[in-house]
């Protein structure tokens, strides 16, 4: 059975503590048909030093001053030769055989576009903290209403370049969950995803995290790119959508100081209809909500 091409790009900004780990982790799979790159943003922090150690081995190597992890990661990906695509950030790890599961996945089922696999979560040093599965109705309703749980492990993930010539690269434009953004793409664009129980990779968790340091522009991202589909969804999905949108949004604002929300509300006036921006006003738990 020949085996795809496979394409891994790793965006890297001062990670160094993680970074070889994660080049290790990737050469470790001695996968026979296996094009690697790295696009570093300009580290300060040794992570050039130990890019130079492997440039060698490396299919490319791109430093230079980018706009964020988006930019890095399209860098990558407008370098893929591969047939079979995935990013995998400088602070986590493939596992052990990853890529030959993989491989051999894409090679037997020419159908299939996107995989998903198992995830093992990690905390600084590594150690596991928990197994993170797929989870969700993989559908657009499901990834935007979420009635059900749903979970992408991204470092576990894995598709066809085709998609992206479908769908195009990465939103630039934002610097949170531009992953979950890219599954809307593919589920709206008719993409279902073929679920993989092989834990494959890991994810790590560290206070230099965005995920652990930056959890409210994940929020605010998360409602920008729920907006950006609420018109793809039928009328009544459409409607619980903006209702869940106009609660989060309201829920971001309350956590202001009481003037900025005052100004919030001189430009919406009907958020005085809602108890959770009354309490924050003029008293009580602001933490609440109606």
């Known amino acids: 059975m020949e085996m795809p091409r496979i394409t891994v790009v790793t965006p890297s900004f001062n990670q160094a503590a993680f970074l070889e780990q994660t080049i290790r982790s990737v050469f470790e799979q001695r996968y026979c048909n296996l094009q690697y790159g790295i696009v570093d943003g300009g580290s300060t922090d040794g992570s050039i030093e130990i890019i130079d150690k492997y440039r060698d081995r490396l299919d490319f190597a791109i430093v230079e001053p980018d706009g964020g992890q988006c930019e890095a990661i399209n860098k990558g990906l407008a370098r893929a030769e591969g047939e079979i695509v995935c990013y995998l950030n400088s602070d986590d790890m493939l596992l052990p055989d990853a890529l030959r599961c993989v ?67 990465f939103d630039e434009s934002l610097h949170y969950c531009m992953d979950f953004e890219m599954w809307c793409r593919f589920l709206d664009a008719g993409h279902t995803p073929r679920l993989m129980r092989r834990t494959l990779a890991t994810y790590r968790l560290h206070e230099a995290s965005k995920t652990c340091s930056q959890a409210d522009g994940f929020h605010a991202a998360l409602i920008e790119i729920e907006r950006r589909y609420l018109h793809r969804l039928p009328w009544r999905q459409r409607a619980k959508l903006a209702k869940a949108i106009g609660y989060q949004t309201r829920a971001r604002a309350v956590k202001q100081s009481r003037a900025a929300l005052a100004a919030d509300v001189l430009r919406r006036p009907w958020w005085l209809a809602s108890q959770q921006v009354r309490r924050r006003l003029w008293g009580g738990d602001a933490t609440r909500a109606a």
């Open 103 to 169: 491989g051999s996945h894409f090679a037997r089922q020419p159908q299939d576009n996107w995989v998903i696999g198992c995830c093992v979560e990690t905390d600084a040093e590594g150690e596991p903290t928990r197994c993170l599965q797929p989870t969700g109705r993989f559908t657009l309703e499901g990834a935007l209403l979420r009635d059900e749980p749903f979970n992408v492990p991204q470092p576990a993930t894995f598709w066809r370049r085709r998609v992206l010539d479908e769908v195009g690269l």
